[in-house]
């Protein structure tokens, strides 16, 4: 049996994704997180992107997520999004009129808050047609759990010769 975790993509409508994956990469709100089987838990908020599922066999799911909450425990990641759409529902001409209305609602905004809301949406959709272009290029990547491992291991082990060089050249006080 293959090294998976489980992966579970709600939105407030519906279950989008269930199931075992090698590998899955989330827009975190500081940057993409790459998550593998036994993972540290971790729990921190998702902006607008896409969510892309790694299956055993190298099969690709993509989920578009417009925010939400993930949490990660060592053989589970759940994702509960304000808004999902699986890759294949992704409409980019919907998404670009959508884009287009927020754009205008921003520039007739008469507060903070609709101008907030406006700009919210702005972005979410334009991180949507982001998300179908690369899908249609096919321009999605992946490392394997070995490439990735192999990776760490080099990045650590030239992080500690480069850490006991520096501490060798060092001169005693």
Known sequence: ????????VVSAEEQIFSGEAEFVVLPGEAGELGVYPRHTPLMTRLKAGAVRIQLEGGVEELVFVAGGILEVQP??????????????????????????RADEAMQNAKSDVDLARAEAEFAAMAAQIAAIRKLQEGNFWWLTAHEALSFVSRFVLESALLSAS?????PAL
Do not use: Y
């Open 1 to 8: 049996m293959a090294n998976t975790i489980h992966v579970d």
């Open 75 to 100: 053989q589970v990641v759940t994702v509960l999004a304000d808004t999902a759409i699986r890759g294949a529902d992704l409409d980019e001409a919907q998404a670009q009129e959508a884009q287009r």
């Open 166 to 170: 520096s501490s060798v050249m060092r």
